[in-house]
Each structure stands twice: as structure tokens, then as C-alpha cells.
């Protein structure tokens, strides 16, 4: 009798572990069945990904480097099985390694910057008074972001590196086209360093999701690949809100200015000579 394989079920990704949607709806996709997460997933992303900033913004910069480059071996590891999915969900073999390995080189270009954009982008300001004047930037708190169907794989460690480099959390939705690569790599998050709630991937309908997502007034940057203009305005609108900081993802090469949209210049003054 042939055997019949085992279907791999894709949940959610909040807090560091898996769950199921709390709606208990699903939705198909060339890799399998996704869960179809509701406002109330999002809400639970949301208090897990607030609740761990304050632990992961105060982590040095090199101990977040050594994680993003952990996260960087233990994918290489595992690359065979990622190219693997990716060929399957209908990539070209040879763009799906050039992915994959574009995707484990930017974890460690983003880990190498995590311990030097604060020199690079803080400054002496000039003062007219008898003091010291410092800016210096620091993580925004916790970002929301949609992640981009071109590339999937690759899109989504391009979308999440940055943001968590510098001290941020993340929630990131996977849309309707997600594949299972994208949702795979929560088992690489799940047994890395990377502690509970700072990256919490969700898949669901763009459509369903964006309001909540822009408009929730906890949330500090949004960071979203939409195509569609009716979706950009109401991202801008939803963002003017609570001045959310707004980025839309373009596929550009890594470059630590990315980091910086996730961060704000914290200026202090100290007295010369105390």
C-alpha cells in the first residue's frame, strides 16, 4: 500500500509559541491550510510583543548581534529544507537557493550592525550654552508589519532584521498568498535565542486585518508591503491617528538606514564640568 503522507498543519506565532487562531478559521494555500487569525490574535500579538520591550530594547547591542547572527546558523543549517519549500510552493530552484541564501546573509549584515548604527547615527550637537548636547537613537517600541508576497522568504527576514535590531518588537502578518517557508522560520524563532514575543507572526486576509492593524493605538511604526492604493491611504490615514511612524517596504538592498526608520533621536543635555 503506498504510504500517504502527513500534511504539516501551519499555526500562529505569538509569544513564542504556536497557537491555533482563536476564531478556529482557516484558509488554503498552495503550501497547506493557514489559520485565518482574527482581531483577538492580534490583540494577544500585541500584549505579547509590548510586554517584551522592555527586556529585549535593554539587551547591548552586541548580545542582539550575537542573536540575529544565531538565528543567521541555525537557518544555514536548515537550508536545504527551506529551498526545499520554496521549490515546492513553485520558486525556480535556483531562485529559490539564491533566496534562501540571500535571507541567512541578511541576518548576518543586520546582526554585524547591531552593535555600531548607534555610533554611526548619534551626534555631538553644537550648543551655544556651557553644556554637552547628545542625540541617540533608540528603538520606537513595537512595529507592525505586512509582510510582501514577491519573495516571500526573503521579504519577510528582510522586514523583520532591521526592526529587531535595534530593540524593537514585531508583529507581522503573512498574507493570504503566505507560504509555508514564511511560517516555518517560527521553528527557527521558537528554538533560538530570540526571546518569547519580540517577533509574532500571524497569517489572515489583508483585507480583514489592515484596519485593526494601522489603526490600534498601542502600536508605534508600521511597516507594511501593500500594492494596493485604497490600502496605502487608509494605512496613512490610520497611522495619522497616533503619529504611528509609516514605512512601506520596498525590495532594496540591506542597508542600516532601514534601521533608523524604527528608532528616535533621544537628545540630552549635561552640564559641562559636573
Known amino acids: 500500500m503506498p504510504r500517504i503522507p502527513i500534511l504539516k498543519t501551519y499555526k500562529i506565532f505569538i509569544g513564542g509559541k504556536f497557537e491555533r487562531s482563536e476564531s478556529g478559521r482557516y484558509f488554503e494555500t498552495a503550501s497547506g491550510n493557514m489559520c485565518r487569525s482574527s482581531r483577538k490574535d492580534f490583540r494577544n500579538a500585541m500584549v505579547s510583543a509590548r ?5 529585549w530594547s535593554t539587551k547591548s547591542g552586541y548580545n542582539r548581534g550575537q542573536i540575529l547572527y544565531r538565528l543567521a546558523e541555525m537557518l544555514e543549517a536548515r537550508k536545504d529544507q527551506f529551498i526545499q519549500e520554496r521549490i515546492t510552493e513553485g520558486a525556480k530552484a535556483k531562485a529559490a537557493e539564491a533566496e534562501v541564501l540571500g535571507a541567512i546573509d541578511r541576518l548576518v549584515y543586520y546582526a554585524g550592525w547591531c552593535d555600531k548604527y548607534t555610533q ?9 550654552s556651557s553644556h554637552f548636547n547628545f542625540s541617540v537613537p533608540e528603538p520606537t517600541g513595537v512595529v507592525v508589519g505586512i509582510s510582501p ?4 522568504f526573503l521579504g519577510l527576514i528582510s522586514m523583520i532584521a532591521p526592526i529587531i535590531a535595534s530593540g524593537n518588537t514585531c508583529i507581522i502578518l503573512l498574507p493570504e498568498t503566505a507560504s509555508g517557508s514564511t511560517v516555518s522560520f517560527a521553528e527557527i524563532l521558537e528554538t533560538s535565542d530570540v ?3 519580540v517577533v509574532n507572526l500571524l497569517t489572515g486576509l489583508v483585507s480583514e486585518l489592515l484596519p485593526h492593524l494601522t489603526s490600534h493605538m498601542d502600536v508605534n511604526a508600521l511597516y507594511l508591503a501593500l500594492e494596493d492604493a485604497d490600502h496605502r491611504k487608509l494605512s496613512q490615514e490610520n497611522a495619522a491617528l497616533n503619529v504611528k511612524r509609516l514605512s512601506f517596504y520596498e525590495d532594496v538592498a540591506p542597508n542600516p538606514y532601514l534601521i533608523t526608520d524604527f528608532t528616535e533621536l533621544k537628545t540630552t543635555w549635561h552640564p559641562i564640568g559636573l
Open 51 to 55: 510586554s517584551s520591550v522592555s527586556g
Open 149 to 152: 508576497a514577491k519573495e516571500p
Open 195 to 197: 526571546p518569547g514575543g
Open 120 to 128: 554611526v547615527f548619534s551626534a555631538v550637537n553644537p550648543v551655544a
